[in-house]
């Protein structure tokens, strides 16, 4: 409710409501966002950088026992160090300083194992990762990152079917990946798709951001959604070490699009492991993010050949608080929407997160198991039928252009 409540104020104090990236972020109505950078005052662009910061610092300052920030202001699971390429000379070398191995993840197919190794209780979490990589410069390390999601919900719920989850794809069935929260998936509008969860030692944490990202990626269709959830609602969800064992089940059950509809900074683990990914067939779709159109690329979907997704509204004009750059290739409906909610109604959202499953579910269509040339044939003709919004070809505001949906 604090979170909420510093929203509203900050929110106001602009004379509009950005788009941000929290953990369960509470419904948020908006109304009164201008949607285009000509419209926008430089006051509301500067805020909503601004807001992210805020929101981060919350976070860390409600969760000092386990969570910190990294030099860049990022928050960072504390006393955790996240190794790939450790020899075993390394790691005996590692123990003798007195650092643990905690847990592990691996990636079989891609030769990926993932240390999570905890710092000696004496030594801070910047110096550790400085120690491992001095001691080992051939191994990789850093820091466990926490990524977020990046959305708002309004409050304006219905029992009404809204048109705009109902439109599917033709086909008679589709296999998609969803890597977010957790997903209800008792609400009606998934009567016809067969819910695969994985994470939280396989307890259900249903959540309002993964419920309507999953709606809008197979609502009413006949399909196997394969929905990891990688917060089960804990302060430290959404790490480095649980993204990278969410793609690891993706990997085994051969899910060939997986949806990525969250951001955070660069990481050495994380972009290792998506790359080994998309080299061995696989299509990663990501949300740009909504940090405003001068802020500094997110991640994942500022790795080389993930399809970076931005959002536009009914109207075609894109989100002011959507991010801009090389990393965008598609941009779909994000705005004027409502998708599924938590009382098995509908709500309005708005961002980046709720244009990439648009994209996904395109891609889905054509792509039913991991195949590097199909993937890049599937991506090349989704962009021959985008529908160009800015400069010929490619953009930095626009991508390729608009794809999916109906907008005026």
């Known amino acids: 409710m604090r979170i909420l409540q510093l929203l509203v104020a900050l929110a106001a104090a602009t004379a509009a409501q950005a788009q941000i990236r929290l953990p369960s972020l509470p419904a948020l109505p908006l109304p009164s966002v201008p949607q285009t950078l000509d419209q926008a005052e430089p006051k509301t662009l500067n805020a909503l950088s601004d807001l992210?910061?805020?929101?981060?610092?919350?976070?860390?300052q409600n969760n000092r026992r386990l969570i910190e920030a990294d030099p860049n202001g990022e928050p960072i699971v504390r006393s955790e160090i996240l190794a790939m390429g450790m020899s075993e000379e390394a790691i005996a070398q590692a123990q003798a300083r007195g650092f643990v191995i905690d847990r592990e993840q691996?990636?079989?197919?891609?030769?990926?194992?993932?240390?999570?190794?905890?710092?000696?209780?004496?030594?801070?979490?910047?110096?550790?990762?400085?120690?491992l990589r001095e001691a080992d410069p051939t191994g990789l390390y850093d820091f466990n990152h926490i990524y977020t999601e990046s959305a708002a919900l309004?409050?304006?719920?219905?029992r009404a079917e809204p048109t705009a989850v109902a439109a599917q794809p033709s086909v008679s069935h589709i296999r998609v990946g969803l890597l977010d929260t957790g997903v209800d998936a008792t609400h009606p509008v998934f009567r016809n798709a067969e819910v695969h969860a994985f994470g939280c030692a396989h307890a259900q944490v249903p959540n309002a951001h993964g419920t309507a990202?999953?709606?809008?990626?197979?609502?009413?269709?006949?399909?196997?959604?394969?929905?990891?959830?990688?917060?089960?609602?804990?302060?430290?969800?959404?790490?480095?070490?649980?993204?990278?064992?969410?793609?690891?089940?993706?990997?085994?059950?051969?899910?060939?699009?997986?949806?990525?509809?969250?951001?955070?900074?660069?990481?050495?683990?994380?972009?290792?492991?998506?790359?080994?990914?998309?080299?061995?067939?696989?299509a990663i779709v990501a949300a740009v993010g909504n940090d405003g159109p001068a802020a500094p690329p997110l991640y994942p979907a500022a790795y080389a050949d993930v399809i970076g997704v931005t959002a536009v509204d009914a109207h075609r004009r894109v989100l002011i608080e959507a991010e801009r750059g090389p990393q965008v290739m598609f941009a779909a409906l994000g705005a004027d929407l409502k998708a599924a909610s938590m009382d098995h109604g509908y709500a309005a959202v708005r961002g980046t997160s709720f244009a990439a499953p648009t994209v996904a579910r395109l891609l889905a269509v054509t792509l039913s198991a991991p195949d590097r040339q199909a993937a890049v044939a599937a991506i090349d003709a989704l962009?021959?039928?985008?529908?160009?919004?800015?400069?010929?070809?490619?953009?930095?505001?626009?991508?390729?252009?608009?794809?999916?949906?109906e907008t005026r």
């Not at 021959?384 to 390729?400: E, M, P, R, S, V």
């Open 383 to 405: 962009a021959k039928q985008a529908i160009h919004l800015g400069a010929a070809g490619k953009d930095l505001t626009y991508g390729f252009g608009l794809v999916g949906g």
């Open 106 to 131: 691996a990636i079989a197919s891609a030769n990926i194992r993932l240390l999570v190794l905890k710092a000696p209780p004496d030594v801070a979490t910047k110096k550790a990762l400085r120690q």
């Open 154 to 158: 309004s409050g304006d719920d219905s």
């Open 213 to 282: 990202v999953a709606s809008l990626l197979v609502a009413h269709a006949s399909a196997d959604l394969y929905a990891a959830d990688v917060y089960c609602g804990m302060a430290t969800g959404g790490s480095v070490d649980a993204i990278v064992g969410a793609l690891a089940w993706m990997v085994e059950e051969r899910v060939a699009v997986i949806n990525v509809s969250l951001v955070g900074p660069n990481n050495a683990m994380l972009e290792h492991s998506v790359r080994s990914l998309i080299e061995r067939g696989y």
């Open 52 to 60: 992210r910061q805020r929101e981060i610092k919350l976070l860390i």
